[in-house]
């Protein structure tokens, strides 16, 4: 075998394996994903988040729809995701309100939330997609459980706007810190 084709060999059983482990994620159900993303989140919620961290992830799942749209949701879910970090996540709503992509809480998924309310009756979805729209990103606090949890608790979260064709998605990436709450309220 000559040099070229051995080359041209382990670059297609490199692209191969590459490819296979990169389907995982797309062989899930629904609910697997979703249970593989939240003990994500949970296994990682020791890990140290900043403001700026969230605004990194929200920054770079921006950049990644911008690019791909809809084709990069399931980048956003599963425990190899680089979305999925210090106890949080990215998930992306549609400017209708329309729940696009949430790792975790998979049901919601298609659900239009414009209207719905926290504990507090606050429509943070019509908020969030006011802050998008308006300033195009900036912090929205609300009440939301916690990954594993079904109590809400305080959440403050940051969102930004992206469109890609026709779509104007919104990603968000959050935190129930209450130190990082209250440096962002200040």
């Known amino acids: ?3 070229r084709m051995i ?3 382990i670059v297609m059983v490199g692209v191969f394996i590459f490819v296979g482990f990169g389907n995982v994620a797309a062989e899930m159900s629904p609910a697997e994903l979703a249970k593989a993303s939240e003990a994500k989140a949970v296994a990682t919620s020791n890990e ?3 403001t700026d961290l969230i605004m990194k992830k929200v920054d770079e799942a921006v950049t990644l729809l911008g690019k791909k749209g809809e084709a990069a949701f399931l980048e956003f879910q599963g425990e190899d995701t680089p979305f999925i970090f210090a106890g949080t996540y990215i998930w992306i709503h549609d400017q209708n309100g329309v ?3 949430h790792p975790i809480k998979y049901k919601l998924n298609g659900r239009n939330l414009i209207n719905m309310s926290d504990s507090t009756g606050k429509l943070f979805f019509a908020v969030m997609n006011e802050v998008a729209e308006e300033d195009g990103g900036g912090w929205v606090d609300y009440m939301w459980p916690k990954p594993g949890e079904k109590k809400p608790s305080p959440k403050i979260s940051y ?3 992206v469109k890609f064709g026709d779509e104007t ?3 968000g990436c959050g935190t129930y810190d209450q130190a990082v709450i209250a440096k962002i309220k200040k």
Do not use: G, I, Y
């Open 159 to 161: 969102v930004k706007q």
């Open 1 to 3: 075998m000559s040099k």
């Open 7 to 9: 080359l041209t060999s």
């Open 99 to 101: 729940m696009r992509m």
């Open 169 to 171: 998605f919104v990603a």
């Open 48 to 50: 140290t988040l900043t």
